[in-house]
């Protein structure tokens, strides 16, 4: 059934009251640090009430942001619907979708390769086909089709983004809209989600495996919808029996090492220890559905890099923290805790006074080709100037941050990833500068990913600092 858009709220609750122990959250913020690790916010749900939510800024819990593969359990989501509306089965085969699509010689295994096996992450292909298809040039489903299937589906798990793509493509092929439009009415309207971008390959379909820009508060919906077995607010969005097989362990992962990475994959839902299950996402997003505690825990992160912490020891943190802390009953109240700054999202420290300055730089891999800097009114506009096709202008505020909202972004925070969602997208950055001694430091926060970057500009360099703790690049400046 189609739903227009119905604006929703969660109510909230003092975290004492639904049996969350304010203490456990805050020593899990305190534990992260320890570890390096760049969290940026979380949301705690239990018993149908937000029982802690907070985020440091300049983020906010509405910013739509680049989740990464959590857009993967929305896209099996949009299979779930399409199922329960008829559409197709898990049992149809792939090559029953893209007749006009198949190689000359369709071999055995990719005639046996199902709806479940995408789902299932149980191609038959023996490494992931991700750096094969994903490319600038379109027909993707056409070069996916034709790589060798080296397995038979079903017997090898490969964790395997473009078969994400696949189901993407067959939501288009089924209904003649990008996966996004479909999803509308049929899930974002209902549970109040609205200002959904989700990037598109060369022929116009959604990513499907990555690329859905949605908020830390979307993705706590989703995962009250599956906690609440397909219903929201009362009403039935996704059949019990999709959300039990979904949520299910469907393909065999034991040979990875990690606790949380070995226990488990059903349909684009990673099982988790405890008898949890989550949406998983690069870089630390996540939705934990924990059925055995009636919660749902949102975990918005940049983790990697050189020191930056790991997935895995964001998980280890999480079960002997915040999960040991909830339960069953409500318990005395403390006082909630809150998320404090991390020091690499204050703004930058030194003075307002700067000078009218361009430069040009040397080639590199952030494609930044020249900045103009001119003193604004309380604040400095730097226009920065990327590829031949783009070039903007952002506001920097002093001592603060300044929301810039660009239609095309000329830089991206995380260089050599097709999926960074910011080059020639739509993107929010907050943006902040300081001069100290001479130097000036913009920091640009780009609020719709989980990235940022500091610029530093002396007199015969430039120097770029990602937040995901990499080395930093020094640019000459010609």
Known sequence: MLTKFTPFKFETAIPETVGVDSAAIAEFERAIREKNAVHQGYMVWKDGKLAASSIVSPYRITDKRHVYSVSKSWTATAIGIAVDEGLLTVEDTVISFFPDLLPENVSE????????????????????????????????????????????????????????????????????????????????????????????????????????????????????????????????????????????????????????????????????QNNCYRFDGAYGQYGIICPNKNCVIVLISELGGIIGGSMQDTMNIFWDTIYAGIHECPLPIKKSCDISAHPYLEPPCGTAEVTSRSVRCEDNKYDIKALDITPAEGAMALTVYGTDRYAAQLICAHGEWEYNKLDHCPIRPCPGQLDDGEIGMPVEIAASYAVDNGVLTVSLMFVTSPHGMTLTLTDDKLTVTPTLKVAPTEIGLI
């Not at 789902?119 to 996916?144: C, V, Y």
């Not at 589906?153 to 493509?169: E, I, R």
């Open 109 to 272: 295994n990719l005639a046996k390769m199902k709806v479940k096996h995408l789902l299932s992450m149980n191609t038959g292909h023996q490494n992931d086909t991700f750096g094969r298809i994903a490319t600038a040039e379109p027909e993707w489903a056409k070069r996916f089709l034709a790589l060798p299937v080296e397995n038979e589906p079903g017997t090898h798990f490969c964790y395997n983004t473009t078969a994400t793509y696949m189901l993407s493509a067959i939501i288009t092929k089924l209904t003649g809209m990008r996966m996004a439009d479909y999803l509308r009415p049929r899930l974002f309207n209902p549970l109040g989600i609205e200002g959904v971008i989700w990037d598109e390959s060369p022929e116009g379909i959604n990513f499907g495996g990555w690329g859905i820009h949605v908020s830390a508060e979307d993705i706590l919906k989703l995962g009250v919808l599956y906690l609440n077995k397909g219903v929201w607010n009362g009403k039935r969005i996704l059949s019990e029996a999709w959300v039990e097989e979904a949520t299910s362990s469907v393909s065999d992962n034991s040979k990875r090492t990690e606790p949380d990475w070995r226990v488990g994959y059903g349909y684009q839902i990673w099982r988790c």
